[in-house]
């Protein structure tokens, strides 16, 4: 097991499905070595595990050469995270490997790091339909406000400062973004299974292995006392 314990030497097969389209990546050590945007347009029932094995085949690895497995747990589509974290629990269960479950809005506020470094706070928008976004705010790495759920215009009422949107739902409702003195990323919804593999590496390096049957979608759900008034 001391294997899963240093990241210098781990390979990481990290999967995200919390978006139609998702992404992949793969990391060795401390370096992402290929990171792949999925075809939004095939569900991605019918993409996995085949994008997996694809990213795998060309780098010449096998699932055996996996050391540790990584998945976005959400928020996002209820179907895409089941799917993908069962794909991942189902790979790591056979080869007897350790699977970390990150937050995709974790994994988006550090991408946007990557983006843009001159700007220390960072709210993270993945679109949750009918109007609504899963949204969290990160300042100067570190989460200020916990995953809500609730409409753009609300959340921007509360915009204080300069601050940088990311995620699908910021694409989405960009144009409220910028008419709030917001910024959004460019691009405004990069894939993020780079930073899934990075941040799962941190969690390794800290002891933090799971079993995969420990992984659990993180669903956001507005507070009782939203949900009672929207329900009168």
């Known amino acids: 097991m001391a294997r ?5 030497v781990m390979v990481i097969l990290a ?55 990584a998945v976005a747990t959400g928020p996002g589509s209820f179907t895409g995270l089941r799917v993908g974290i069962a794909t991942m629990q189902g790979l790591a269960l056979a080869q007897g490997r350790p699977l970390i479950g ?14 843009r470094t001159d700007v220390a706070r960072i709210a993270t928008w993945v679109d949750a339909w009918r109007g ?31 601050t940088l949107f990311v995620g699908d ?12 003195g917001g910024q959004v990323t460019d691009p405004a919804a990069p894939p993020i299974a780079a930073a899934v593999a990075t941040l799962a590496a941190r ?13 659990r979608p993180l669903y956001v759900r507005r507070p009782d006392a939203e949900m009672a008034r929207k329900s009168r």
């Open 203 to 215: 969690e390794a390096a800290a002891g933090r292995c799971p079993p995969p049957h420990a992984i």
């Open 15 to 69: 999967l995200d499905t919390t978006t139609p389209g998702g992404s992949t990546a793969l990391m060795r050590g401390a370096d992402v070595v290929d990171v792949r945007a999925s075809d939004a347009a095939r569900p991605q029932a019918e993409r996995l595990p085949a994008d997996l094995m694809a990213l795998l085949g060309r780098h010449g690895l096998e699932l055996p050469d996996i050391d540790l497995y």
């Open 169 to 180: 739902g910021a694409a989405a409702y960009a144009h409220l973004i910028t008419a709030a």
């Open 102 to 115: 990150i937050s995709g809005l974790d994994a988006l506020a550090w991408t946007a790091r990557k983006i």
């Open 4 to 8: 899963y314990y240093h990241p210098s």
């Open 132 to 162: 609504e976004v899963y949204a969290a705010l990160y300042e100067n790495g570190a989460e200020v406000m916990p995953p809500t759920v609730d409409a753009p215009g609300h959340l921007l009422r509360n915009l204080r400062g300069a």
